[in-house]
Nanobody, 118 residues
Framework: QVQLVESGGGLVQAGGSMKLSCAASGRTFSSFTMAWFRQAPGKERGFVAS????????RCVDSVKGRFTISRDNAENTLYLQMNSLKPEDTAIYYCAAAYGSKGYDSWGQGTQVTVSS
């Protein structure tokens, strides 16, 4: 497993931007497929975006396409989520997660709160 620590959350107005970071430690970061998930109040945690080990392939949920960008810096052992044109419905706790090989996401950060005011 790998240890993950998110940062960068906070309060932002609708239409604003925010960049989340996830610092990894413990194992070779580039060995892991990485992803962001989020959990809104009263809802289950859901997938937001993922990125392949070398960053060449990304995917995201339809609701954030064109607004959110996932990226990684393997030299800095850091995962990012750039969020633009934020909406109140983006309000959630955002978690980064790591998957090794064919395993599912089994390493999780503690989460960072993102609140978008209308």
């Amino acid at each position: 497993q790998v240890q993950l620590v998110e940062s960068g959350g906070g309060l932002v107005q609708a239409g604003g931007s925010m960049k989340l970071s996830c610092a990894a430690s413990g194992r070779t970061f580039s060995s892991f497929t990485m992803a962001w998930f989020r959990q809104a109040p009263g809802k289950e945690r859901g997938f937001v975006a993922s990125i392949s080990r070398r960053g060449g392939f990304t995917r995201c949920v339809d609701s954030v396409k064109g607004r959110f960008t996932i990226s990684r810096d393997n030299a800095e052992n850091t995962l990012y989520l750039q969020m633009n044109s934020l909406k109140p419905e983006d309000t959630a706790i955002y978690y980064c997660a790591a998957a090794y090989g064919s395993k599912g996401y089994d390493s999780w950060g503690q989460g960072t709160q993102v609140t978008v005011s209308s």
